[in-house]
């Protein structure tokens, strides 16, 4: 059943930022690196890929490092894994020059880099492009895969979908792929692994992200033993485009939001932010937008497609003019003027996204996992890092240094190992399970299944959740498990390209993730940053720990951390949190 078995000293199991940079890395110090994704590297479904504005960097003074980690505490409501903020963001500087030594085109002025202030900085710290008509993400898509492109000692295998971590004797020793070429079982063996997988974004039904981040490297490195954590926060994106239909999903609103200072209104023409946020008001932070948002909307206050209008007409005409002209060639744009909208007179509609989350693998300042030889990086390589809300800005600095130390610490390790032993047995059975819903005559289909899903968490997992609402959804979660998982039928039998197959397998996944978030957020009993629960609204002192999520057979076990503060000390007031 097995087609092939590769060997490499490092293996690194997702192609966006966090591992081209770990794999780059690896390689330069020599050892044998395999980089493998689940699409082609590139040109996938990365997050990377779709960036906007802002990274951030503490470059100049009276900006520091000090004050970069103590805005990055305050906005994850003192929940952060501090020593993991500190050791990262003080990598963020040189990774900004790394950036533009690979052909990063960053705005520059007066020999420095331009910087933009962007809710919850403290100072101007977040790069922009060096023609502001235009978002990063196409940068980063332009300079990124070169750095593995060209390496001898990396080898880039695009469409092969890792669904399974092997393991022998508590060490990771490599893992189990498909190849969606033409639907082959590869094993990998690796003396060391590295997971860049993302987020899962896809359980929900609006989303920022591509559909393909389903949570794999999640549903793997639980099923595997590690210890998950953080997986009750996941960030809503404020600013995503609802109406008109032909910019569905687009985030571009929210470079117009802190560029032009736009101004949120609900359907009965009030400016609600600052009921909610007196001082803040229209600048507060992502989380603050969102949560307001979805206050609207649940209260009958939200415009016609479910969302809140923003708003430039407060601005000067020939202020926006101004604007429009510098924006003449950016895609978001020509598509509002096409729709016939002007956003001189017209507001724009747009509501909460699922954008990005907080859980994944417990893991230390080098990115170890408890799991011998299985390193996490990103979104993936949670560690509490992020706490309970992360600043715009912070996700790729945060990738790119658990990148580099990833991969040095790897190929450190990797230059004196030798290459591990593989279970062939376990590979084989974990090949079993996978073809079954490919050999199932009859049955339900993933796609189905997947919808069912996305509305379940869409329901109960974004903002207000309670125990009823989260004991029922876990009810139904565990339903779908017991009835459905077990029935999926792929009805596609192709050898090539069967991305119905590809979805059942991103299933079970899904299933794990969702089922860990749901638990997670029922056992926290307070209100902090983006978990947010209506029957414990106020944020509690004594849960400022972190809660750890094991497998233990076919159940989870929890247990918590506490949160230590070498740097920053939390605001008692109001259990340790600010708004």
Same mark, same amino acid.
């Given at each position: 059943?097995?087609?092939?078995?590769?060997?490499?000293?490092?293996?690194?199991?997702?192609?966006?930022?966090?591992?081209?940079? /770990?794999?780059?890395?690896?390689?330069?110090?020599?050892?044998?690196?395999?980089?493998?994704?689940? =699409?082609?590297? =590139?040109?996938? *479904?990365?997050?990377?890929?779709? /960036?906007?504005?802002?990274?951030?960097?503490?470059?100049?003074?009276?900006?520091?490092?000090?004050?970069?980690?103590?805005?990055?505490?305050?906005?994850?409501?003192?929940?952060?894994?501090?020593?993991?903020?500190?050791?990262? &963001?003080?990598?963020?500087?040189?990774?900004?020059?790394?950036?533009?030594?690979?052909?990063?085109?960053?705005?520059?002025?007066?020999?420095?880099?331009?910087?933009?202030?962007?809710?919850?900085?403290?100072?101007?710290?977040?790069?922009?492009?060096?023609?502001?008509?235009?978002?990063?993400?196409?940068?980063?898509?332009?300079?990124?895969?070169?750095?593995?492109?060209?390496?001898?000692?990396?080898?880039?295998?695009?469409?092969?979908?890792?669904?399974? %971590?092997?393991?022998?004797?508590?060490?990771?020793?490599?893992?189990?792929?498909?190849?969606?070429?033409?639907?082959?079982?590869?094993?990998?063996?690796?003396?060391?692994?590295?997971? #860049?997988? =993302?987020?899962?974004?896809?359980?929900?039904?609006?989303?920022?992200?591509?559909?393909?981040?389903?949570?794999?490297?999640?549903?793997?490195?639980?099923?595997?033993?590690?210890?998950?954590?953080?997986?009750?926060?996941?960030?809503?994106?404020?600013?995503?485009?609802?109406?008109?239909?032909?910019?569905?999903?687009?985030?571009?609103?929210?470079?117009?939001?802190?560029?032009?200072?736009?101004?949120?209104?609900?359907?009965?023409?009030?400016?609600?932010?600052?009921?909610?946020?007196?001082?803040?008001?229209?600048?507060?932070?992502?989380?603050?937008?969102?949560?307001?948002?979805?206050?609207?909307?649940?209260?009958?206050? *939200?415009?016609?497609?479910?969302?809140?209008?923003?708003?430039?007409?407060?601005?000067?005409?020939?202020?926006?003019?101004?604007?429009?002209?510098?924006?003449?060639?950016?895609?978001?744009?020509? #598509?509002?003027?096409?729709?016939?909208?002007?956003?001189?007179?017209?507001?724009?509609?747009? =509501?909460?996204?699922?954008?990005?989350?907080?859980? *994944?693998?417990?893991?230390?300042?080098?990115?170890?996992?408890?799991?011998?030889?299985?390193?996490?990086?990103?979104?993936?390589?949670?560690?509490?890092?992020?706490?309970?809300?992360?600043?715009?800005?912070?996700?790729?600095?945060?990738?790119?240094?658990?990148?580099?130390?990833?991969?040095?610490?790897?190929?450190?390790?990797?230059?004196?190992?030798?290459?591990?032993?593989?279970?062939?047995?376990?590979?084989?059975?974990?090949?079993?399970?996978?073809?079954?819903?490919?050999?199932?005559?009859?049955?339900?289909?993933?796609?189905?299944?997947?919808?069912?899903?996305?509305?379940?968490?869409?329901?109960?997992?974004?903002?207000?959740?309670?125990?009823?609402?989260?004991?029922?959804?876990?009810?139904?979660?565990?339903?779908?498990?017991?009835?459905?998982?077990?029935?999926?039928?792929?009805?596609?039998?192709?050898?090539?390209?069967?991305?119905?197959?590809?979805?059942?397998?991103?299933?079970?996944?899904? &299933?794990?993730?969702?089922?860990?978030?749901?638990?997670?957020?029922?056992?926290?009993?307070? +209100?902090?940053?983006?978990?947010?629960?209506?029957?414990?609204?106020?944020?509690?002192?004594?849960?400022?720990?972190?809660? %750890?999520?094991?497998?233990?057979?076919?159940?989870?076990?929890?247990?918590?951390?506490?949160? +230590?503060?070498?740097?920053?000390?939390?605001?008692?007031?109001?259990?340790?949190?600010?708004?």
């Amino acid at each position: 059943m097995i087609s092939e078995t590769l060997e490499t000293d490092v293996l690194v199991i997702g192609g966006g930022i966090a591992g081209i940079r /770990a794999a780059a890395e690896a390689a330069n110090s020599g050892v044998t690196v395999m980089l493998t994704n689940k =699409g082609h590297v =590139g040109r996938d *479904g990365a997050a990377v890929w779709m /960036a906007g504005m802002g990274y951030q960097a503490a470059l100049y003074p009276p900006d520091s490092l000090e004050v970069h980690v103590e805005d990055t505490v305050k906005g994850g409501k003192y929940l952060n894994n501090q020593k993991l903020v500190h050791d990262f &963001l003080k990598l963020a500087p040189d990774s900004v020059n790394d950036l533009a030594k690979w052909g990063m085109r960053f705005g520059r002025k007066d020999g420095k880099f331009v910087q933009v202030q962007l809710p919850g900085e403290t100072y101007p710290r977040s790069m922009c492009h060096t023609f502001s008509s235009q978002s990063l993400g196409g940068e980063y898509r332009k300079v990124l895969p070169r750095q593995v492109m060209n390496k001898k000692n990396i080898r880039v295998m695009n469409d092969l979908f890792i669904i399974d %971590l092997l393991t022998c004797d508590d060490r990771v020793v490599g893992a189990l792929g498909v190849d969606l070429r033409n639907s082959l079982f590869r094993v990998v063996k690796a003396k060391y692994t590295i997971l #860049a997988t =993302g987020g899962y974004m896809a359980l929900f039904d609006f989303s920022t992200a591509n559909p393909t981040l389903t949570g794999d490297g999640q549903g793997m490195a639980f099923r595997a033993g590690v210890r998950m954590v953080g997986m009750e926060f996941i960030q809503f994106f404020p600013a995503a485009a609802i109406w008109p239909r032909i910019v569905y999903r687009d985030h571009f609103p929210y470079t117009l939001l802190w560029r032009l200072r736009g101004i949120f209104y609900n359907s009965i023409g009030e400016r609600f932010m600052e009921r909610y946020y007196p001082v803040e008001k229209d600048f507060a932070t992502r989380e603050a937008m969102s949560r307001a948002i979805y206050r609207e909307v649940k209260e009958g206050r *939200g415009s016609p497609h479910g969302g809140a209008y923003v708003s430039f007409r407060h601005l000067p005409r020939n202020l926006i003019n101004t604007f429009l002209e510098e924006m003449k060639d950016n895609p978001f744009m020509k #598509a509002l003027q096409e729709a016939g909208v002007d956003i001189r007179e017209d507001a724009i509609e747009i =509501g909460p996204a699922a954008h990005y989350v907080h859980g *994944g693998c417990w893991i230390n300042e080098r990115c170890e996992t408890n799991l011998k030889g299985l390193y996490a990086i990103g979104e993936v390589g949670a560690g509490g890092k992020d706490g309970a809300d992360r600043l715009a800005g912070n996700a790729l600095p945060f990738c790119m240094a658990m990148g580099y130390i990833a991969g040095k610490e790897v190929a450190r390790e990797a230059a004196n190992d030798a290459v591990p032993e593989i279970d062939m047995q376990q590979a084989e059975e974990l090949c079993q399970e996978a073809q079954k819903p490919l050999n199932r005559k009859n049955g339900i289909t993933a796609f189905d299944m997947k919808k069912k899903l996305q509305r379940l968490m869409s329901d109960a997992m974004i903002f207000d959740r309670n125990k009823k609402d989260l004991e029922q959804a876990l009810s139904e979660l565990t339903r779908m498990r017991n009835e459905e998982y077990g029935n999926l039928a792929v009805s596609n039998k192709s050898k090539t390209f069967n991305l119905e197959w590809m979805e059942a397998l991103e299933a079970r996944n899904m &299933l794990d993730a969702a089922e860990m978030s749901m638990r997670a957020a029922l056992m926290r009993e307070e +209100s902090r940053g983006l978990h947010q629960r209506s029957d414990f609204p106020e944020p509690k002192s004594e849960w400022l720990k972190h809660i %750890l999520i094991t497998k233990n057979g076919d159940h989870m076990d929890f247990t918590t951390e506490p949160v +230590s503060f070498p740097y920053v000390k939390p605001n008692q007031e109001k259990g340790g949190t600010t708004k």
